[in-house]
T-cell receptor, first 112, second 112 residues
């Protein structure tokens, strides 16, 4: 069966520090991969999605970036965190674009 | 472009009473519709999905939803709620192009 791993579960980082959140999927190949951010009262905001290795689509201009160095690995990064980057970050995968998403357990990021 | 509107940010309901969580969508193409549930500090879990066929869709935990194309709605219902149904519920739409758009969520509070 397929599983998705996302870590760390919680993270507290100072403003201006770098960020790296990692997500991996097991039990499937060539999944679509997604990064969402959830802020209180704002639902889920799609940040990035990827349909293959090295293929990244950005939905919202910001100081975050994403990379997909391997088929089942998706990384969310920032060179310098802002206070506004605080939130709950969710990684998800699907076998193809119209399938339901399968979510990781999320990372609670607090920028201080 | 596609969008999802969940008008009710919070819905309080007494235990064993029925509940309806409203969802309206807009899309220029044929859509696939989903409801997800999120428990505190966790990722989202799929409740049910509408891809095609019968407009009444049954999901897990006794929930069901009805797709109404003329009203562009996909309301979620349960005839009798339980304390364990307390969670946040998200409606989502996928119109292809690898992207899923979520509503802002409805917090269901079941009162004993």
């Amino acid at each position: 069966s397929q599983t998705i791993h996302q870590w760390p579960a919680t993270l507290v980082q100072p403003v201006g520090s770098p960020l790296s959140l990692e997500c991996t999927v097991e039990g499937t190949s060539n999944p679509n991969l997604y990064w969402y951010r959830q802020a209180a009262g704002r639902g889920l905001q799609l940040l990035f999605y990827s349909v293959g290795i090295g293929q990244i689509s950005s939905e919202v201009p910001q100081n975050l970036s994403a990379s997909r160095p391997q088929d089942r690995q998706f990384i969310l990064s920032s060179k310098k965190l802002l206070l506004s980057d605080s939130g709950f970050y969710l990684c998800a995968w699907s076998p193809h674009g119209d399938s339901p998403l399968h979510f990781g357990n999320g990372t609670r990021l607090t920028v201080t | 472009a596609q969008s999802v509107t969940q008008l009710d940010s919070q819905v309080p309901v007494f235990e064993e009473a029925p509940v309806e969580l409203r969802c309206n969508y807009s899309s220029s193409v044929s859509v696939y519709l989903f409801w997800y549930v999120q428990y505190p500090n966790q990722g989202l879990q799929l409740l049910l999905k509408y891809l095609s066929g019968s407009t009444l869709v049954k999901g897990i935990n006794g929930f069901e939803a009805e797709f109404n194309k003329s009203q562009t709605s996909f309301h979620l219902r349960k005839p009798s709620v339980h304390i364990s149904d307390t969670a946040e519920y998200f409606c989502a739409v996928s119109g292809g192009y690898q992207k899923v758009t979520f509503g802002t969520g409805t917090k269901l509070q079941v009162i004993p």
